[in-house]
């Protein structure tokens, strides 16, 4: 790959607790060779790479994808990778535990269902504002350090899933926006920066989740002009296990529509 023009880099969720390395809390099996490998990528070409944007899962325990936020009739919170649907929350196999949060929570997997969204999965806590989990992955975070004091540039951190009523697997929007919170609004900032450039290199996790997501935000949101800049760096990135089928429907939809597939070695000096 040769003439790239304006070149950014977005890299999705590079935190602890997506990888693959003791204690994680969400492991996502190669997360940590992806991230290895731009890592590799930012010290081989980093003087080509005018922008780099990193997006940060951020969450607090008390989450509507977290079990806390739910129980069942005796009390009990759901397990890990339960999936509430409206039907379950309508018919009390769940129910918020703070019953202040009921009609909330059933209008949000309501409006999942109309939105044609992920359906609520129960994740463990993870990558909890604070925790060793949150942060970026070590050798990651070395190398956007390295890149920020060579060339005087800052990283663009861009926080995620804050608001505890709606998941945000998109750094471009909430699942359900909320109208009166401007942090689950579209990110018109990062949309701006990424308007601007010729080329955006992606990477990080997960692939199937939010990866997917965010990317399918920035080309609705842009347009399909815009489309052909994304390039999808395929070998700094992995699925979810169990949600492989989603990251190849991603891939499959999203090169339909323009996006560009590329391995991090394929990309030249």
Known sequence: MHSLGNTQLL???PQNDFCDIPGAALPVKGASADLNRVAALMARMGDRIDAIHVTLDSHNPLDIAHGVWWC????ESPVPFTVI???????GVWRARDPDQQATSLAYVQAL???G???LIIWPE?????????GVHVGLFDALSQWGRKHLKTVNYVTKGTNPATEHYSAIQAEVPDPNDPATLPNHDLLARLAAADTILVAGEALSHCVA???SDIADHLGVAHSGKLVLLDDCTSPVAGFEALGRAFIAEMTERGMRTLKSSDIAR
């Open 11 to 13: 890299i999705i969720d």
């Open 72 to 75: 069942n009739a005796v009390g």
């Open 85 to 91: 649907s409206a039907a379950d929350v309508v018919g």
């Open 113 to 115: 269902a109309e939105r």
């Open 117 to 119: 969204r992920h359906q």
């Open 126 to 134: 993870h990558c909890l504002i604070g925790s060793w989990g949150h």
């Open 213 to 215: 997501s965010t990317v």
